[in-house]
Each structure stands twice: as C-alpha cells, then as structure tokens.
C-alpha cells in the first residue's frame, strides 16, 4: 500500500543494470545528465476501480504539442506559481484542465520515484484513486482520446520490454508496453514499472 511520503528512491537499480548491456555510465530509465536545472513537473496515476478489475486511465497527446506530441501520458504538466511547489495541487490541477475530472473525485495515495526526463521534465507522479462515476471533458488542444488500460495488465512484468537507445554515444534505456496497438513509452511505461514494483507480486 502506497503511504504519504512514500520514497522507494533507488529501487530497481540491479535489475535495470543487469538488462541493459551497456557500460558503466550507461543511464538508466528516469535518470539522465542534464545540462540545466530540470523544470518541476507532476503527473497523477489514476487508478479506477471497475465492477471488472482495476484500470488505468491514460491520455494521448495531440499531434501539435511542443513537448511528447501524439505520446500516451498521464495528466499532468509543470508547476506553476500557483501550485504553490506543490506536486499534488500541480497534478490535480492539470486533470482538470486537461480532462475535466474534478479534483474532488481523486484520492491521493502517495508519490512514485521522482522521473527526469531527457526534456528537462523532473516529474514526480502521484498516484490517485479515482471515485466512479465520472465524465471526462478533454481539452482538444492537448488530449486526443483519454482511455483506460487494466492495471493487472500494466502490472505484469511480462508486458515490461527494456529498449536501448545510443544517444550522444550514451546508452540509453527506456521502457515500453504494448496495449491494444497503443504504445506506452519512456516516462509514462517508466513510471508504470515503478508502480509495479511497489504493489509488488499479485
């Protein structure tokens, strides 16, 4: 069970450098070298209980956006100065901007691993129960189509593929999961395995 505060920072490390066949200084999923300070971000990992299991719901971007166009993401955006620094209000309120799902329906559980981004994104995902029923309004600039994806098959490890990228003669790995054709990719799928491995076996 996710808690307040919860901070597995370091978690998956062996794992991650025994999969990727690199060298020493490869970088591992959610931590690379950035030339400037990172912008604060924050996503929410919305968790929905259905009559027929446990969901995720995601979104994908529409195919303009400046930054992860046409990628699958969790709602979500950078810190504002109204958010205060505050992770939680920031993920709150880019759900309802961007999908129109009220605050008041989301109960936070906890945070993941903080995720950097090759971008120069710092996210830190929170995770959220999300009360049904709800109706989503997705902002057409940002969202193409907002869906849901059974938690029990993001979960599985063995829907979990380590892909390698040379970028700058860096090995860069990254993860991906494949649902109905739709490809989750790099921080979403990151951030994903994260959770994983804190619900842990079944």
Known sequence: MLTAGFDPAGRG????????????????????ALDRPPT???????????????TVLLTRRTDHLAHHPGQISFPGGRLE??????????ALRETEEEIGLSR?????????DPYL????????PLVGVVEPPFEL???PFEVAEAFEVPLEFLMDPENHTLNRVVVEGRHRPFWSMTWE?????????GILVNLSEVLGPG
């Open 104 to 112: 008041t329906r989301v109960t936070v559980l906890g945070r993941l």
């Open 137 to 139: 309004s997705p902002d």
């Open 81 to 90: 100065d109204a958010d205060d620094g505050d992770p939680t209000i920031a």
């Open 117 to 124: 981004t090759g971008t120069g994104f710092a996210i830190t």
């Open 181 to 189: 054709q739709r490809v989750i990719w790099g921080a979403t799928a």
């Open 40 to 54: 604060p971000a924050a996503v929410l990992v919305p968790l929905v209980e259905r009559s027929e299991g446990w």
């Open 13 to 32: 490390d062996a794992m991650l450098e025994a999969a990727v066949d690199g060298p020493p200084d490869a970088v591992r999923p959610g931590r690379v």
